[in-house]
């Protein structure tokens, strides 16, 4: 639907979704009346943006909402392994393929950020979201908790004092507030014409359990030529698996390089 902003200021809007699903079951583990599937699933979304203008900053606090209702049914997909983040955990079709998800459930949440004025710039913000069920759907992805009553906790923290170093920090914590299912932390670097990144990655959330540290550092001698060297550390085999040495040169049509 078209958004709508009430007179106490909330923004307001609707969305609907229904999904014919059509699988040809030949030499599959499907039964053959389970070649077509319905489904459909009604949200309704609604936020209250609060700003407080200042000389120097400009800070906005937005709580958010999200009501989700289909019919209970969902097809099978446990064991399909679905990321969830602050990216979609609002999405409509955040979760499923081929189905919808079924049954009712509410996803709360709130975003906060601080802009400075002088530079027009982000220099932090703060996402934070949780979904709640009245009943379980066992028929929902095991990997994040949806389908159960109390989900995950999702955040998400960017930090940009400066044009030199930015942060960004992803997050899953499960609901009992003592394991981490997912997280991830980048960080950025810039001086003059050198660069360096670091990613350190952890998934215990999948089947196979991923955590790397990952670093590349460019150093761009002019508008044309650059050198680079990039590593990653398997943080759970504890084995560095590459070394990469690049030199390159680029212009608006052309890139060569020798790795």
């Not at 229904?18 to 979304?45: D, G, P, R």
């Not at 995950?152 to 170093?165: A, C, D, G, L, T």
């Amino acid at each position: 639907s078209y958004p709508e902003i009430t007179a106490g200021g909330f923004y307001n809007n609707y969305e609907f979704l229904v999904k014919n699903s059509n699988l040809n079951n030949k030499n599959s583990t499907y039964k053959n009346n389970e070649n077509i599937y319905l489904s459909s699933i009604f949200q309704y979304n609604s936020s209250l943006p609060l700003i407080k203008e200042g000389k120097t900053y400009q800070k906005i606090l937005k709580p958010k909402i999200s009501l989700k209702l289909a019919p209970t049914h969902t097809k099978d997909n446990r064991n399909i392994e679905t990321k969830i983040d602050m990216n979609n955990i609002y999405s409509i079709n955040r979760l499923t393929d081929n189905s919808t998800e079924g049954g009712f459930s509410i996803t709360y949440g709130g975003d906060y950020s601080i802009f400075d004025n002088n530079n027009s710039n982000e220099i932090f913000s703060l996402k934070v979201a949780n979904n709640l069920r009245l009943e379980e759907n066992d028929d929902l992805s095991n990997s994040n908790q949806v389908g159960e009553k109390t989900s995950n906790i999702f955040s998400e923290i960017v930090f940009n004092p400066n044009e030199y170093i930015t942060t960004k920090y992803n997050n899953s914590l499960e609901s009992n507030l003592a394991d981490i299912s997912y997280e991830n932390l980048i960080t950025e670097f810039k001086i003059n014409n050198l660069v360096t990144k670091f990613d350190y990655l952890n998934e215990n959330n999948t089947t196979i359990k991923n955590s790397y540290l990952t670093n590349a550092t460019t150093y761009s001698m002019d508008k044309f030529n650059s050198l680079s060297f990039s590593t990653r550390q398997n943080k759970t085999t504890d084995l560095t698996e590459f070394y990469n040495l690049m030199y390159q040169y680029k212009n608006d049509c052309l890139a060569a390089s020798i790795a």
